[in-house]
């Protein structure tokens, strides 16, 4: 793992996100650092180990600014309002590459020397790391933040996630977003845990009613099959014994759960198939609530036709 010192910072709120290199004045201090975007295993170190650099240029930026200009500034930073896609949570499947977008404010002092924050996956910075993901702005050395009013930012950081290039299966669940803020307040931020948020496996979930037409008083089967992405294959599996549930409305009412069961193994991984009696015209759907690793999913209602 990395061996650079990690920067000394007074105790600041802990919170989120953030990254790149921003100050509201021509005290501004630039990154030089050309950092990947994404990086596991002996990357992982790397990638760490450049926030740490930037982290120690902001403080050296801080530390030989006027004197007049610190004793103005605020007793400690702060930040909040962090949100990942808009919630905790991001999901990726076998192909596509993925923008994850990680929103913050930061708060308190009249300039800001520079902020990052970074997504991360393991036990320990220092020991256990196993992923560690820089922005596209702090590759690109770009400020991700804009100046909100006096004392206040707003920032957007973006992160790229490539399933076939960085992700295993055992990259599903919870990660954490390591954060730090420098402004000329007294207190900064500095935080391995500002979030939990959760990195998941795209699921499909597929829904069919048949026959159509049917008779009144004949057997309706409904079958569906749950499934989500594999990255150790980059291709969809079937999720075995998870528990959908099978809902039913008429053609103006509303979707009802009628009953639950759990998809089937082997030859039949994912797979859930149930009868109904038909006695009117219906519509069939299944549902998944999600788990950890594995986001909701609700299948297209099938309506069926009862003569």
Known sequence: MSQHS??????????????????????????LVTPSATAGGTGAAEALKQSRSAAADALAAKADAPKARAARAADAATVSGVTVNGGNSARVGTTNTQTITVKWTIEGG????????????GTDLDEGLEQYLLSEEFGDDVDPCVQAGAGRWDCTATYKVDPGYLLT??????WKIALWTVTDATTDVDTDNARTWY???WSRLSNN????????????????????ANWDTNKYAGYTQQTV??????????YA????????TGSLAGVEKQTRTATADRCYRYTFEGTSTTPAVTATGDCVDVR
């Open 257 to 264: 759960t009628t009953s639950s069961h759990s998809t089937g």
């Open 245 to 254: 549930r099978l809902q039913e409305r008429s053609l103006t009412g509303s």
């Open 209 to 228: 009613a048949a026959p159509e037409p049917v008779a009144k008083g004949g057997k309706i089967t409904i079958t569906g099959t749950l499934e989500r």
């Open 110 to 121: 009249s300039t800001l020397y520079g902020t990052n924050a970074s997504l991360w996956r």
């Open 6 to 31: 990690r920067p000394t910072f007074t105790t600041g709120r802990k919170v989120t996100l953030g990254v790149g290199t921003l100050a509201a004045s021509a005290l501004a201090v630039g990154l």
């Open 199 to 201: 990195l998941k496996r």
């Open 169 to 174: 299966n055992e990259d599903a669940g919870a």
